[in-house]
């Protein structure tokens, strides 16, 4: 009997609080025979294979561990490697340090649509409520006293907030957080899934929402029928003090984003894009160099490098559209620069090949964010 939905869990250095994740997996109610567990860890040199292991043998849905060599702060890379081994049509994002109320599973089937992707949240726990989550409280669903009524009460503020924002169509709310979301996979196929550049804490989730809902997705809060409990431990050492000062913010805002990013749940190169060349007279040759170097733009290209001097105009309606000029090129008329996303200076007399090197620094952004230290490394919230 196929699976309707693939509940993929990224884990790093933490069995204790995987196993209690595991466990409030096995716990849920009304989904007997409908869905699997996909653990993707990054490498941990402790006993959470053992566990995951363990917890396969004691329950009744498939369970599939996978893991890599560990190397910096990439939960990305786990998402990923899970998108590509789930089966089920439909996913539900989520980390090894979160647990669930029973009906979460069950829920998120129910409120199933095409084209949506639902945003959801969890109420943090504290040390001392964290630690008192044990078999019992898990099977039971409930994590403590008073803790249900605070998520109601903390999570509906949020959830007020957020219809507001869904009636604003905002652009950037609700936010996606990959601790909780549902999410059909053709979606995530759609975009590439998540952006594997992306090395430190941070923004991958905020990449991710918004090249979906440029894909044509919408994003909907899940806060109105389920939230999840997120178990207490320190921060990652990469998390700023404000997002600002986060190692991935310089990529994240670099001028050019693609909807389908290139090192994902396939890795691509600048080679693979496709890509419209407008040119006049006077950059023909360089033109027909360049237009031999891409894929074959399509009805929307994903971007329309246009050399300039050149028809005074963008001529295609690609997802990005870049201005290319040369030293001692006189200034393209400002509408043209205006309706640029981006720009690329090249030599005077450009070429095929420093044009393209050009494009991979610009969708490389200004600079990649450092790789940080394995030692001591640890997921985030």
């Not at 693939?6 to 096995?26: E, G």
């Not at 190397?71 to 090894?96: H, V």
């Not at 997705?217 to 050492?237: K, Q």
């Amino acid at each position: 009997m196929p699976l309707d939905l693939a509940v993929i869990v990224t884990t790093y250095q933490r069995p204790w609080h995987l196993q209690r994740c595991l466990k409030s997996l096995a716990a849920q109610r009304g989904v007997a025979g409908r869905y699997e567990v996909i653990v993707v860890d990054d490498g941990s040199q402790d006993d959470t294979a053992d566990r995951v292991a363990r917890f396969a043998q004691d329950v009744e849905f498939p369970v599939r561990f996978f893991t890599h060599a560990h190397d910096g702060f990439q939960p990305g890379k786990g998402r990923n490697a899970g998108i590509r081994a789930a089966a089920a049509p439909y996913l539900l994002l989520t980390d090894g340090d979160c647990v669930f109320p029973l009906d979460h599973l069950a829920q998120h089937l129910a409120a199933r649509q095409p084209g949506v992707v639902r945003a959801g949240d969890c109420y943090r726990l504290d040390r001392s409520l964290s630690e008192l989550v044990d078999d019992s409280a898990l099977e039971r669903g409930d994590f403590g006293p008073g803790v249900r009524q605070a998520a109601l009460r903390s999570l509906g503020r949020v959830y007020r907030k957020t219809l507001l924002y869904q009636s604003l169509r905002s652009r950037t709310r609700p936010k996606l957080i990959s601790w909780n979301v549902g999410v059909w996979r053709d979606d995530l196929l759609r975009v590439n899934g998540f952006d594997q550049r992306f090395r430190a804490w941070g923004c991958e989730d905020d990449d991710l929402g918004g090249r979906l809902r440029a894909a044509g997705s919408r994003i909907v809060t899940a806060l109105g029928y389920t939230h999840a409990y997120h178990l207490w431990h320190p921060l990652h050492a990469t998390t700023p003090q404000k997002w600002s000062d986060g190692l991935n913010v310089s990529y994240f805002t670099r001028p050019v984003r693609l909807i389908r990013c290139l090192e994902g749940i396939e890795v691509r190169g600048v080679a693979d894009l496709a890509v419209q060349v407008t040119a006049g007279n006077a950059r023909a040759v360089l033109a027909r160099d360049l237009a031999g170097r891409f894929a074959p733009p399509t009805a929307r290209p994903e971007i329309e490098l246009l050399l300039w001097p050149a028809a005074e105009r963008f001529t295609t309606r690609a997802d990005h559209r870049i201005l290319v000029t040369a030293d001692g090129d006189r200034s393209a008329p400002a509408p043209l620069q205006r309706a640029a996303h981006a720009k690329i200076q090249l030599a005077r007399q450009p070429n095929a090949d420093d044009a393209i090197a050009a494009l991979g620094r610009l969708l490389a952004g200004h600079a990649e964010p450092e790789r940080t230290s394995t030692a001591g490394d640890r997921h985030a919230a």
